[in-house]
């Protein structure tokens, strides 16, 4: 059973490029949410799905976009990426009851140069 | 709006000793709680939570946490240090979309 997989762990970009993290969970959840993690600050939330073709904005929803097209999938679009986007990227997923923990995957480290 | 606050950036105990960690949180309603582990490289797991019930909940590697809902904290504690415990701890509140994270405590565990 591999939970949440992401891909890749490491990616360095130059200002002005796009990449897709790609984000898989095989536990059949319902949702799943990307945050992103920096230093000295927790985990704030970028978007979120509650089922295959839904999904809503986060906290700090600028820059990025999403799309669901599958219960397992959810990747996350960086369009034009910019230096304040260089973070650690976590990907995550629920069965969806209010009190169920987040299974994470390992994280995606980005750099933005 | 709800949020969460770890007062301590960093904690250095000693193998055996035992630990506390912080967390104060503001919630409009009853608080769903949750103390999640990092692990260098990894993706954070789940230690315990809270959402009703007994005020002091039993999680994973020998962690408890204690709700107090006057003092509006929900503090970690461990009885004996292991080195293995060494990692960021991070304190949440709330649920699905609306789930606030905590900075984050970094635990050194001397030998």
């Known amino acids: 059973n591999a939970g949440v997989t992401q891909t890749p762990k490491f990616r360095i970009l130059k200002i002005g490029q796009s990449m897709t993290l790609q984000c898989t969970q095989d536990?059949?959840?319902?949702?799943m949410y990307w945050y992103r993690q920096d230093p000295g600050m927790g985990l704030k939330l970028i978007y979120y799905?509650?089922?295959?073709?839904?999904?809503d904005k986060g906290e700090v929803p600028n820059g990025y976009n999403v799309s669901r097209s599958t219960t397992e999938d959810f990747p996350l679009r960086l369009e034009l990426a910019a230096p304040s986007q260089t973070s650690v990227y976590f990907c995550?997923?629920?069965?969806?009851?209010?009190?169920?923990?987040?299974?994470f995957g390992s994280g995606t480290q980005l750099s933005v140069l | 709006a709800q949020s969460v606050t770890q007062p301590d950036i960093h904690i250095t105990v000693s193998e055996g000793a035992s630990l506390e960690l912080r967390c104060n949180y503001s919630?409009?309603?009853?608080?769903?709680l949750f103390w999640y582990v990092q692990s260098p490289g990894q993706g954070l797991q789940l230690l315990l939570k809270?959402?009703?019930?007994?005020?002091l909940v039993q999680g994973i590697k020998g962690f408890e946490a204690e709700f107090k809902r006057s003092q509006s904290s929900f503090n970690l504690r461990k009885p004996s240090v292991h080195w293995s415990d060494a990692a960021e701890y991070f304190c949440?509140?709330?649920?699905?979309?609306?789930?606030?994270f905590g900075a984050g405590t970094r635990l050194t565990v001397k030998p």
């Open positions: 949440a509140v709330g649920a699905r979309d609306d789930m606030r």
């Open positions: 919630y409009g309603a009853t608080p769903y």
């Open positions: 799905s509650v089922g295959a073709g839904i999904t």
């Open positions: 809270y959402f009703s019930g007994d005020t």
């Open positions: 536990m059949n959840h319902n949702y």
């Open positions: 995550a997923s629920s069965y969806g009851s209010s009190n169920e923990k987040l299974f």
